[in-house]
């Protein structure tokens, strides 16, 4: 007979007791056994959720900076030549401009025509110098590069504009940061358009909080750059084409809409990466991240 | 020389006044007309039929390494631009070119 039986004709009341109290001991201690499992599978099945959750969101990102790129290379092997073809008859267009402002220099009413001709012919030149930049997959010249210096260079620019304007620019960068092998002038010119975008978003003053911290990006370590704006921010709907060639918001003359895009080029062929992060009303931050050479991990500035 | 015609008649419409100037559009022809007049300066396009700009820098430097040479061009390519100026191009200037520009660039050429 089992001894762990709930009843037995012949024990005692206290015996009986005794043997309740045993079995309620005994599933107390599975249940608190069972209790933890629960406890520990459920917290496990948190984390796998949390995983997939961040595994998703990276498979996401890493989709959209694939489209990006895609149609961006897409544009940028159209542009370089149709910008080559563009450029000789705009050549021969702006000579004919030239010489007619020599044989016609006494015709103030006609030479002010021409000057106009002459300041778009110039404006098309900018236009596809910037798209030609854009497409340019080859034309570096790699350097050794502190990049807080480059940000100083760039800030001693546009620091008098930035008073003239109200906006107040905030630095955060990191000392130590390790040396990045990159173009220097194309580096500048990422930072320029970056940093003139958020002053036009600024136009009635604001901060623009910048950073260069040392982080680390799908284990690789890199220097990442912030530009943090107070600005309106960006709508929803424009947040996926901004760094698509001529797109701009910017009232017709105002811009070329190249800024972003040549940025975006330029990032890229440093196999880095430019991201942006804005909601309407909350700013916008653009955040580009340039990999670090394994060799120069410790070598710090 | 330039294969583009009607840049050829702008320039040298504009140049004729101080210089004499002779035209090829294309690459073979510029070849028979350095041989033939011995120029003090050459404004050379890439891009050409026949024979490209680079080939002609090349002819240059062997055989005729005195021909002061400006390379007039739609590409902004750096290293092409290094590539020519090793050539012996003395200058490489991009289209849309500034004719006040080219003719100064000439002058200083022709005084080197």
């Known amino acids: 007979m089992d001894k762990n039986s709930p009843r037995h004709g012949n024990q005692n009341p206290n015996d009986e007791l005794r043997c309740l109290q045993f079995k309620i001991d005994a599933l107390n201690r599975l249940l608190e056994v069972q209790e933890k499992t629960v406890i520990e599978q ?128 905030v630095k955060d960068i990191d000392s130590g940061l390790p040396y990045l092998w990159a173009d220097a002038d194309e580096l500048r010119q990422v930072i320029l358009n970056i940093i003139n975008n958020a002053k036009y978003a600024m136009n009635n003053g604001g901060v623009l909080t910048l950073s260069a911290k040392l982080e680390t990006r799908k284990n690789i370590p890199v220097v990442q750059l912030k530009f943090k704006d107070t600005g309106p921010g960006i709508k929803k709907e424009h947040l996926d084409k901004i760094f698509d060639p001529f797109f701009t918001t910017k009232p017709q003359g105002e811009g070329t809409g190249m800024g972003l895009s040549v940025a975006h080029s330029i990032i890229e062929k440093h196999g880095g990466s430019v991201a942006v992060e804005s909601r309407e009303g909350a700013g916008t931050t653009f955040i580009i991240d340039l990999p670090i050479m394994q060799s120069e991990k410790k070598d710090r500035t | 020389m330039d294969d583009e015609v009607e840049f050829c008649s702008l320039t040298e419409e504009f140049l004729r006044d101080q210089y004499t100037v002779k035209v090829a559009y294309n690459g073979k022809e510029a070849l028979r007309q350095i041989q033939e007049f011995k120029p003090d300066c050459l404004l050379l396009d890439l891009r050409m039929p026949e024979l490209n700009g680079k080939e002609v820098l090349k002819f240059l430097q062997t055989y005729h390494s005195s021909v002061k040479t400006l390379v007039i061009t739609a590409s902004g390519n750096l290293e092409t631009a290094r590539e020519c100026l090793e050539m012996g191009a003395l200058d490489y200037i991009l289209k849309p070119i500034e004719l006040n520009e080219l003719s100064d660039k000439i002058r200083s050429a022709l005084e080197r």
């Open chain 1, 42 to 169: 459920t917290t496990l099945l948190h984390e796998e959720i949390l995983e997939r959750k961040q595994a998703e969101e990276k498979l996401r990102e890493a989709q959209s900076q694939l489209i990006i790129s895609e149609k961006l290379a897409g544009i940028g092997q159209l542009s370089a030549g149709v910008c080559h073809e563009i450029l000789n008859p705009l050549n021969i267009l702006s000579l004919h401009i030239q010489m007619q402002l020599k044989k016609k220099a006494q015709d103030s009413e006609y030479v002010a025509v021409l000057e106009k001709m002459r300041a778009e012919v110039h404006r098309i030149d900018k236009i596809v110098r910037n798209l030609m930049r854009f497409a340019r997959k080859d034309d570096f010249e790699l350097k050794k590069i502190q990049i807080g210096t480059e940000l100083d260079s760039v800030i001693s620019m546009i620091e008098n504009e930035f008073k003239t304007d109200n906006i107040i620019l």
